[in-house]
């Protein structure tokens, strides 16, 4: 971002986000922490921890820590201008968080009638159907879901502000195997 640090001897900045501990379960994650390299990967320096389960990172989260797992989507994404998006889930909402600093904090997006959330129900504890935020070259934010046997996508033209209506993305017949294999 405008005003960071500079790359040496790579082009981009490049973030490394993982969780506190190896697992999908056992033991508890704890934490999902996110580290910086400069220099393409040779080095790394720690930036912050982006999510917790017991005290939360986030104050919106009214002190509920945030939801997350071992195979969740709640990583940072890049837009254009070096900022990172991020999802947190807590507290029955999921909340749009965005870094300007190079991942050492990441601060809940407020507008006008409060913080911005997203149109997304919270993902119950271990769910594998979770959702994702991914953002194009041209900054349009894609937010891939699942609804029943749906695989749902809605785009944000505005940083999230405001999405799109939800448009199916699988085709029928996935959806109806889908359907028949949970019965």
Same mark, same amino acid.
């Given at each position: 971002?405008?005003?960071?640090?500079?790359?040496?001897?790579?082009?981009?900045?490049?973030?490394?986000?993982?969780?506190?501990?190896?697992?999908?379960?056992?033991?508890?994650i704890?934490?999902?922490?996110?580290?910086?390299?400069?220099?393409?990967?040779?080095?790394?320096?720690?930036r912050?921890?982006?999510?917790?389960?017991?005290?939360?990172?986030?104050p919106?989260?009214?002190?509920h820590?945030e939801?997350f797992?071992?195979?969740?989507?709640y990583?940072?994404q890049?837009?254009? &201008?070096?900022?990172? =998006? %991020?999802?947190?889930?807590?507290?029955?909402?999921?909340? /749009?968080?965005? +870094?300007? !600093?190079?991942?050492?904090?990441?601060?809940?997006?407020?507008?006008t009638?409060?913080p911005?959330?997203?149109?997304?129900s919270?993902?119950p504890?271990?769910?594998?159907?979770?959702s994702?935020?991914?953002?194009?070259p &041209?900054?349009?934010? =894609? %937010?891939?879901y699942?609804?029943?046997?749906?695989?749902? /996508?809605?785009? +944000?033209? !505005?940083?999230?502000a405001?999405?799109t209506?939800?448009?199916t993305?699988?085709p029928p017949?996935?959806?109806?195997?889908?359907?028949?294999?949970?019965?």
């Amino acid at each position: 971002p405008a005003g960071g640090a500079k790359p040496v001897g790579y082009p981009d900045v490049v973030y490394f986000c993982a969780n506190t501990n190896v697992g999908f379960t056992s033991p508890a994650i704890l934490g999902r922490w996110c580290y910086r390299s400069l220099d393409g990967g040779v080095s790394w320096q720690e930036r912050s921890m982006i999510l917790r389960s017991s005290v939360p990172v986030h104050p919106e989260c009214d002190g509920h820590g945030e939801s997350f797992s071992a195979a969740d989507g709640y990583y940072p994404q890049p837009a254009t &201008d070096g900022s990172l =998006y %991020l999802m947190v889930s807590c507290n029955g909402h999921v909340f /749009l968080a965005r +870094s300007t !600093d190079e991942a050492k904090t990441f601060n809940v997006v407020h507008a006008t009638k409060g913080p911005v959330t997203l149109p997304l129900s919270p993902p119950p504890a271990l769910d594998i159907e979770t959702s994702d935020l991914r953002i194009g070259p &041209d900054n349009v934010f =894609y %937010l891939v879901y699942t609804s029943g046997s749906k695989l749902l /996508l809605r785009l +944000s033209a !505005d940083r999230g502000a405001t999405w799109t209506a939800p448009m199916t993305i699988s085709p029928p017949a996935i959806g109806a195997e889908i359907g028949r294999a949970h019965v």
